[in-house]
Each structure stands twice: as C-alpha cells, then as structure tokens.
C-alpha cells in the first residue's frame, strides 16, 4: 500500500502547486472593466432611451433608490417607452474586488430636456453597484445619487480607489458576510453615540467618497470629516441588506438613516460600499445618503 500511496500523494502536491501557480500568474481584475461597463451604459441609455437603456444594464434582483429601495426593473418597466431629453453621466472613481465579481464606479450626471442646449436642467452625483453575472456579462445591481447645483467646472480625471486588489480573504463566505454586517453595525453603534462625524472618523478610508443631497461630492478624509461634522448629529442606522463579493475584499451595505431623535420622521436611506485589505480591517470607500422628502 506504501509504494502506491507515495506516487498518489506526489500528484497530489504537484497538482496543487500547478493551480497555486495558475492563479497566482492570472491577471489581476482591472477597474477599467467598471469603467468600460459604465460608458457602455451610458451610450445604450443615449441610443434606446432611459427605460430601454436601463432594463438592458440591470440585473434581474437589482435595486434603485427612488429615494428608497425598490426592484430596479419592475420600476423602470412602467416607465414609458422614450425619452426626448439627454441623461448623461461618466465615472470619475471606481474599484473592483480581487475575484473580479464585483465593482462600483460613482461620478457627475446630468439632464437636459434638450440634448442640444448648453445648461443643464439638473445635475448630482451617481452611484453604482455592478456584478459580474453567470454568463460573464458586468451588470448593475445597485444603483442611487445625489443631486446638487451646478459645479464650477467639468470634471474629467479618473481614479481608482485603494487597497489595489490584493490576496483573497473570502475563503469562508459566511464567515466574511458577517464580517461585513458586523462593519455596518459597529458604524452604526457609532454614529449614535458620536454621530456620522464620529463614525466616519473611524471607518472611512483615507479616499473615501461622500455623497450628500444638495452638496458637491466630498472626496478624501480631510474634506468629507470636517464638512459633514458641521450638519450631522447623532443618527440611527438599521441595515437592510449586505452583499460581500467572493474574495471577501468588497461589499457593500443599505439600509435606513435617521439623523437626529429616533423618532424623527424624517427618514434617509444610505449606502455603504466596504473594502478592505489583506492588512487592513473594512474601510468605507463610499457613503451615499438618500433623504426622504420632508413632510409638510
């Protein structure tokens, strides 16, 4: 039995070794993917229409923030048919997880009842969530923004948000989705003590991205720190759903904000997008918060 179990164990470890360095010689993900995904978005939305241009780039279980969260197609399904003004939008910052399954790109959008006019009606900031689907296809899953008045110029710079993908760390998917849900809860217990400030201070990446109605986007811990200290109080945050990505480096959160007395009817949605790295603990790279609108 000896001398059949030493050739056995031989093929074992040459076999291991061979995928070991199959994956460690693959191409890391690259971000551009987003990026190339997102542009393709916004040239079928230009070319179909809103409604036929998002049904085409929505996942089947996706979700809009309208401002809260509702099923993405069935909502984009009663919209009619056409659209005669021009929604446009680019990214200006996007990631995407070691495992090349998920990623998220966020930037500037506007709209003009004209396509041809200069101004535009509207303009804010978008966010979204993309997975890699079972036939490969990059698809939204996720999807909200901000608005905000019109910025002083056109931004046209692109980055990527840090870590860069490093070694997976989702080998126990549960283990790693309830690192994530414990992340949320741990911000949460946070911000109603300190307040989002407070939270922030301690969860959000040194690149983080802030998105808050009617302001401009707030890139980077210097600027979102001492820009949302001077509005937010202490806030209340019920997580609704999680979702990691499968080497356990990215994920992202939603659920309800109410931002003052837990009472308060003036509810807000947000979003979280998490990455961490083989060394570092979850870090926020994105908050968006979505409010209500106010009761008269």
């Known amino acids: 039995m000896l001398h059949f179990r030493r050739p056995m164990v031989a093929l074992t470890l040459i076999a291991s070794w061979m ?29 179909l229409g809103v409604r036929d241009g998002f049904l085409n780039w929505l996942a089947p279980t996706s979700v809009v923030f309208k401002p809260g969260p509702v099923m993405a197609v069935a909502h984009h399904r009663k919209l009619a048919p056409g659209w005669t003004g021009l929604l446009a939008w680019h990214p200006v910052r996007a990631g995407i997880s070691a495992a090349g399954d998920l990623g998220w790109s966020t930037g500037p959008w506007t709209w003009r009842r004209d396509s041809a006019q200069a101004d535009a009606d509207a303009q804010g900031e978008y966010m979204s969530v993309w997975r890699r689907q079972p036939d490969g296809r990059w698809k939204v899953v996720l999807d909200g923004g901000i608005g905000h008045p019109a910025p ?83 806030a209340q945050l019920m997580s609704n759903a999680q979702y990691i990505a499968d080497s356990g480096d990215l994920g992202y959160t939603y659920g309800s904000l109410v931002d003052g007395p837990a009472a308060s009817p003036d509810t807000s949605w947000y979003v979280h997008v998490w990455q961490r790295g083989p060394a570092t603990p979850w870090q926020l790279a994105v908050q968006l918060v979505m409010p209500e609108p106010k009761r008269r």
């Open 152 to 234: 002083k110029g056109e931004e046209s710079e692109l980055t990527y948000a840090a870590p860069s993908p490093g070694a997976r760390l989702g080998s126990r998917p549960l283990a790693a989705r309830k690192s994530l849900y414990e992340a949320d809860a741990g911000f949460a217990k946070t911000a109603a003590v300190e307040g989002i400030a407070g939270a922030l201070r301690r969860y959000a990446a040194p690149d983080i991205i802030v998105l808050r109605e009617g302001s401009q986007r707030l890139s980077g811990r210097t600027l979102a720190l001492p820009a949302v200290a001077v509005s937010d109080s202490r």
């Open 19 to 47: 995928l070991a360095a199959r994956a460690s010689t693959a191409p890391a993900p690259d971000p551009a993917e987003i990026v190339a995904a997102e542009q393709a978005f916004g040239v079928s939305v230009r070319s």
